[in-house]
């Protein structure tokens, strides 16, 4: 028997009532998933405002290191001290576009 003959044979507060329910379960369904990417976007940007707060600690840190590699002489302290600087170019750039995405500074 076909959707459409089933539907026939029946009154209309059935179908009303039947039609009720499919709204009514799809309305929550659509409520539980509001409530999960909101959920999930706070997470976001909890996780995108601590790695920020580690790339600005991290880029300290290797600035204090490129200060201090920089006083040393040689080659292998001016690789390290140019790798540093590199990363931290890098780091700083990675903050800046997390910041921008997120419209904080």
Excluded: C, H, Q
């Excluded at 539907?7 to 409530?35: C, H, M, Q, W």
């Excluded at 490129?66 to 600087?85: M, P």
């Amino acid at each position: 028997m076909e959707l459409v003959d089933i539907i026939s044979n029946l009154d209309t507060p059935a179908i009303l009532t039947v039609l009720g329910f499919f709204l009514y379960r799809s309305d929550s369904k659509l409520k539980e998933r509001e409530d999960e990417i909101k959920s999930l976007n706070e997470y976001i940007r909890l996780s995108d405002k601590e790695n920020i707060n580690t790339l600005a600690e991290f880029s300290k840190f290797l600035e204090s290191l490129i200060a201090n590699v920089d006083s040393i002489k040689g080659d292998l302290a001016r690789e390290i001290s140019l790798s540093a600087d590199g990363l931290k170019n890098k780091m700083d750039n990675l903050r800046t576009l997390i910041e921008l995405k997120n419209g904080t500074s």
